[in-house]
């Protein structure tokens, strides 16, 4: 257990040391729950005017660190940029997911346009910029994509689906049309990751929420191996990046992900037992409060977080949420967990 | 691996015996990718219709084995037959998921009327009676339930959801109001197995569907538990009765369902790897091909079929899909899988 020093408490815990109490911050931290928030979101005109306008990314993204002093700020953003960048144009309707022209077939691959990457994701990366010199000097900044198996799901479908099934056709009728949409996810992935890092990100973390989707041979071809392209290729650039994996709801395949991909740490979904991770899985993890406990009683709530820090005390450990904090939360409730995870 | 006998196939996989070519049969086999199925539904009124009238419900049960000749047959019924039962009459809407009306709140339960249970049921058991007089000799039939879990959701909620957000604020907030109304649907289960069982059933299945919503604590409490006492509850009464478990979903925490529930057998949704099961679940297990799998090419679902053959050949295993199949899978597609699995 760490008693100093001066790297940031989190990459610390990515890098294999048990620091206690844990370092923390919640998936969605910066979000609807916040009325700080939603009133940037207010003026901010559409949801990608929000992420590709620095001034609103960064306050938005700074806001939960004042309010709650947590150990690591996440980029505000969306997994979708990728996309938008590579020709597919994103959109948010009101009280809707986001929307895209769907694919119509494999043909569309060759006409995604990655040159202009990182040119029309510039002010993402001025964004970065901009928090790591605003950040408290021992918060850390964690940048982060879209896994290339979640990112195909929207393009195919354009939307999001209940069980992700325009792209799984892909996945068993087509699979090497799949590939090459995902090579080109994988080659932007490590631009775009590379260029939140040189501007300043600590760390990056690659979401593939709708990992869970696909069978164990899918889930090798079109979860795993595309990981640890964007793992190996990223390190190849920038020796010693660090990666946070999140594939969620991949319950016991977890395994097999943390070991492969080359990852420094796995998120773990509420699903996930924590004293299964905390012997099966041979990575640092980060999680996994359900985010509903924060709409139960006071009393669930303290006996599920007194659960989750014994499970995986002198274990290498971020405290975070199993997923996005709901924006029906309670401000006296995050309150109170921060207190109880802060008390170890 | 079994060379004759007269107990039926799947039986002997539940009793620990491996099969080879494994039993098989599919979820959700009676249903709308039949044609013939869709003829009977066209003309039998409401869906809870043709699930309480005997006539209807024997001949959609009875369809898929004459076409396909599967190893067993599971009782067409639904659910939420148990809800219905205690006095939350359900109804399907055309398009639409089922529904209820929601519960305001714990006081509700205390009204649920479990005495009118067997007599409202009493069709499903005639229909039970029926399918064993009818079935070929060989063939295994299945009765069912919901678990009581995955029925407080669309009982709490009075509809399907996509996060069960409903019924878990009963879990996080009010538990001990949660572990009310389970108990009672543990108390209806058992009478509804029994019966069932006593009517001509070979075996039973529970199935939770939404297992895989809760955490850790939550998933132990009103899941493990509440499916303990029925196993428990149902051998009390019937010695011997055979139990298969499926809680979808829950990953890693397979083991700890399948040993602690003394269920014979657990159902596999296709998010678990088949080697991981082989070794790591020590129970006769059942799946779990993907659905969507049947709406790929032919040369990838052979594939997909041959590893999981591979995966699970000398382990005590029934062949079927991880999940319902759609409506959208092509019948040429259902007799190639079929053939692939037994050759073996």
């Not at 996309?83 to 769907?102: I, K, S, T």
């Not at 990366?125 to 994509?145: D, H, I, K, N, W």
């Not at 631009?191 to 973390?205: K, N």
Request: include cysteine.
């Amino acid at each position: 257990v760490s008693v100093g020093g001066s790297k940031r408490a989190l990459l610390k815990v990515l890098d294999g040391e048990a620091v206690w109490p844990p370092p923390a911050w919640l998936m969605r931290q910066a979000g609807r729950y916040l009325p700080e928030y939603r009133a940037v979101r207010a003026e901010a005109g559409s949801f990608l005017d929000l992420c590709y306008t620095p001034k609103h990314a960064v306050e938005v993204t700074l806001q939960p660190i004042r309010r709650f002093g947590f150990d690591a700020a996440i980029l505000f953003s969306d997994i979708l940029v990728i996309p938008d960048a590579l020709g597919r144009p994103v959109r948010f309707e009101v009280g809707e997911g986001p929307r895209l022209d769907p694919m119509t077939g494999p043909d569309e691959i060759d006409r995604l346009d990655r040159g202009r990457l990182l040119r029309h994701l510039a002010p993402v990366f001025e964004t970065v910029s901009e928090l790591r010199a605003r950040l408290p000097r021992e918060t850390t900044l964690l940048g982060f994509c879209g896994a290339p198996w979640t990112v195909a799901t929207y393009m195919i479908a354009g939307r999001g689906t209940d069980d992700q099934a325009p792209a799984k056709r892909w996945a068993y009728g087509q699979p090497e049309a799949l590939d090459r949409l995902i090579s080109v996810l994988v080659e932007a992935s490590i631009d775009y990751l590379e260029a939140q890092l040189a501007a300043g990100a600590d760390a990056v973390q690659i979401f593939d929420t709708w990992a869970s989707a696909l069978d164990a041979s899918a889930f090798r071809r079109f979860v795993v191996e595309p990981t640890t392209r964007i793992v190996t290729g990223l390190r190849a650039r920038r020796p010693g990046a660090r990666v946070i994996g999140f594939p969620k709801g991949v319950g016991a395949r977890l395994v097999e992900y943390a070991s492969a991909t080359g990852v420094d740490g796995v998120g773990l979904d509420w699903g996930v037992d924590p004293a299964w991770a905390a012997t099966a899985v041979a990575k640092p993890v980060q999680g996994n409060l359900d985010p509903l406990r924060l709409l139960g009683s006071e009393r669930d709530l303290d006996a599920a977080v007194d659960e989750l820090l014994a499970a995986l005390k002198d274990r290498p450990w971020i405290f975070n949420l199993g997923h996005g904090i709901t924006p029906e939360a309670p401000i006296a409730m995050v309150e109170r967990l921060m207190a109880r995870v802060r008390r170890g």
